[in-house]
């Protein structure tokens, strides 16, 4: 008869692990200010999602800066330092959705 061997069913499963964990240290870490081997060895240690978690807390490598203060390292749409609006360059507001 048909016998299913789990420890085959176990290999699998690490190995898609390991393959998921190692493409998402590496986009991540092209993004991200995280060297790529220590992107893995968070993954590896601790779960995949606490180890994104951490990734995500990393700076961006290009950061959008303020030009009105001049502040280097913001990554939102409003500034830390002045408060005022940072313009994007890859964003644009529909007209039609404006009221």
């Known amino acids: 008869m048909f016998s299913f061997n789990f420890s085959l069913l176990v290999y699998v499963f690490i190995a898609i692990f390991l ?23 968070l993954s590896l240690v601790f779960t995949t999602i606490i180890s994104y978690i951490i990734i995500l807390n990393s700076p961006l490598r290009e950061a959008r800066g303020c030009v009105s203060c001049g502040n280097t390292k ?19 507001i529909e007209s039609h959705l404006v009221e």
């Open 19 to 41: 393959v998921l964990a190692v493409l998402m240290c590496y986009q991540e870490s092209k993004r991200r200010q995280i060297n790529f081997y220590i992107a893995l060895l």
């Open 74 to 92: 913001n990554e939102s749409d409003v500034c830390g330092m002045c408060g005022n609006l940072v313009k994007r360059d890859d964003y644009k």
